[in-house]
């Protein structure tokens, strides 16, 4: 088992950064392949970014593509995503989550945080 942990969310303006942090407790995260996703009211859970183990490959949404930045460090047991030039459409419950591959839908991962809320006012 793996429990995570999210923080950093809260309420920013348009054009304005947000530093996300996932920590994890129970089995080493380099096990697995580590990823962000975000649910908006309303909306389907919808993936934002995954990295794999090692840390060397990253995925991206279009919408996160050029403004997010997920990278990891195996030695903490931590999970970042950096956003920038935050936009109001990224208002949403981010999620950190853990899996045995990169995937883009939400079933194929196995464990998920809590979710932090991320608003961004326009």
């Known amino acids: 088992q793996v429990q995570l942990v999210e923080s950093g969310g809260g309420l920013v303006q348009a054009g304005e950064s947000l530093r996300l942090s996932c920590a994890a407790s129970?089995?080493?995260?380099?096990?697995?392949?580590m990823g962000w996703f975000r649910q908006a009211p309303g909306k389907e859970r919808e993936f934002v970014a995954a990295?794999?183990?090692?840390?060397?490959?990253?995925n991206y949404a279009d919408s996160a593509k050029g403004r997010f930045t997920i990278s990891r460090d195996n030695a903490k047991n931590t999970v970042h995503l950096q956003m920038n030039s935050l936009k109001p459409e990224d208002t949403a419950v981010y999620y950190c989550?853990?899996?045995?591959?990169?995937?883009?839908?939400?079933?194929?991962?196995?464990?998920w945080g809590q979710g932090t809320q991320v608003t961004v006012s326009s």
């Open positions: 990295i794999s183990r090692s840390g060397g490959i990253t």
């Open positions: 129970g089995r080493t995260l380099s096990r697995y392949v």
């Open positions: 989550t853990a899996g045995p591959n990169v995937a883009y839908s939400y079933y194929s991962y196995d464990f």
